[in-house]
């Protein structure tokens, strides 16, 4: 299921411009978390502790963007896997239906 997202257009388009759109939403980030730190006319409450920082959310989209490389690798690898295996079993096949053939036909 993540494989279809990552390999959607949209995504294709997002890591096309994959710098300029994660700086878009750093901003957006950045602006929605701290809007709440100006001083509001009641008194309200200052700023909230973020420990979210754009360093942190840019290496979590690394992760999970080569995560979903990894997964794609892997799923071929074991598709190539399961295609050798069958090619070999279809081999073995042949070769046990070959030595059962009697030794009557061309020999000497």
Known sequence: RWQKIFRSRLVGLAVAYGNTVFIVLIVILVLLLFGGCFPHPGGGPGCPPTPVTPSLLRRLVTLISHQAVLGASSEAFRKQAEGASQAARRYMEEN?????????????
């Not at 046990?96 to 000497?108: F, T």
């Open 96 to 108: 046990d239906a070959l030595r059962k053939v009697p030794g009557g036909q061309g020999g000497v």
